[in-house]
């Protein structure tokens, strides 16, 4: 089983069974992809086609392939792009299931997409490729050993790298689970250095927490299905993936190097928000920024009425800095 992207034109595929089209939910015909796979299967296409009764976003129809070099051609509708908050991946990741599930139905074992919706409906390339390989995938996973190959041929060379460097990331394993309680031995060795005080409970889970003095001052943990990071108010989560668990040792470093630090926002001595920022950008004019961001304007409009204080505290160890927002600016 292979999962692959290449460059080409995809009308002149000749090591797969069938070719996936991107169509229009009319399904006769179009510019792009569309109207290069009817130009190179002949008008007959067409003919087949005026029998479908369209095809819905997201749905998938197969006709013959007629004067290509393939057996069959598989026709869905991608989601036009419109900003990406209206089903967009939801819809495209459907667009490659039904296309697979199709082909299974048929017992096509080697197929070739385009990349779907990337063209003249507008979705981004860089976020496109995300949902295409992830929705693959996931789709092997589900129903392993029924292809031999599935390939993106993709028109340009930056679709390409989009695509092969996205299957990379899947072949390495990134988007892989990892065990947590493998873990915890790595977890204490890389901040050995700190005294790192270990805690485990009854199930599987553990906290390595590092204190400053008396204080803690962060702490890492496994529980409940989840890593979790701490630092004064601020703290993150992070899911059993590997690309998660990498991000969750690249902010460890950058806490242990001080190039990133927590801040907080109080109203009149009451946590209001926490989040983290990177000291290169820790300017005070750049945290009010954030902190402006954060703050509702009911918080502002209440600091204003009873004349509560607005603190922005900036916890740096080397310079532990409170900054007060006046709400007026
Ligand atoms: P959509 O309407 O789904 O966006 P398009 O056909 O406009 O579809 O574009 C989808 C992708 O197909 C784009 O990356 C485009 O460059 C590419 N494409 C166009 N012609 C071909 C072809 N002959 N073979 C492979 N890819 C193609």
Not at 147 to 161: A, G, H, P, R, S
Not at 272 to 289: D, H, P, R, T
Request: hydrophobic letters at 35%; proline letters at 3%.
């Amino acid at each position: 089983m292979e999962i692959r992207a290449i460059q080409g034109d995809i009308t002149k595929q000749t090591d797969v069974e069938a070719i996936v089209n991107a169509a229009n939910e009319s399904l006769l015909g179009g510019g792009g992809v569309d109207g290069a796979i009817h130009y190179a299967a002949g008008p007959e296409l067409l003919k087949e086609c005026r029998t479908l009764g369209g095809c819905k976003i997201g749905e998938a129809k197969i006709t013959g392939a007629y004067n290509l070099p393939c057996k069959y051609i598989i026709h869905t509708v991608g989601p036009r792009w419109h900003g990406g908050n209206n089903r967009e991946s939801e819809l495209l990741t459907l667009c490659y299931k039904s296309c697979l599930e199709v082909a299974m139905q048929h017992g096509i074992r080697t197929i070739a997409f385009p990349s779907l919706s990337t063209g003249a409906f507008g979705y981004p390339v860089e976020q496109a490729n995300l949902v295409a390989v992830g929705a693959v995938y996931g789709f092997v996973e589900e129903y392993p050993d029924q292809f031999d190959l599935i390939e993106w041929v993709c028109f340009d060379k930056n679709t390409l790298k989009y695509y092969s460097n996205q299957i990379e990331l899947h072949k390495s394993g990134f988007y892989e689970e990892i065990d947590p309680v493998s873990k915890e031995p790595e977890l204490i060795a890389l901040l050995s250095e700190h005294n790192p005080e270990v805690h485990r409970s009854t199930d599987d889970g553990y906290s390595i927490i590092i204190k400053d003095g008396d204080e803690e001052h962060m702490y890492v943990d496994y529980n409940d299905g989840k890593f979790t990071l701490g630092l004064g108010c601020w703290h993150n989560h992070y899911n059993l993936y590997r690309k998660d668990y990498e991000n969750l040792l690249k902010d460890i470093e950058n806490i242990l190097n001080n190039s990133f630090v927590a801040v907080t926002i109080r109203c009149n001595g009451e946590w209001f928000g926490s989040w983290k920022m990177s000291v290169s950008e820790c300017s005070k004019k750049e945290l009010i920024i954030e902190a402006r961001k954060m703050m509702r304007k009911e918080l502002i409009e209440k600091a204003k009425k009873y004349g509560y204080q607005i603190e922005c505290e900036f916890l740096d160890k080397s310079k532990d800095l409170i900054y007060t927002i006046d709400p007026e600016i």
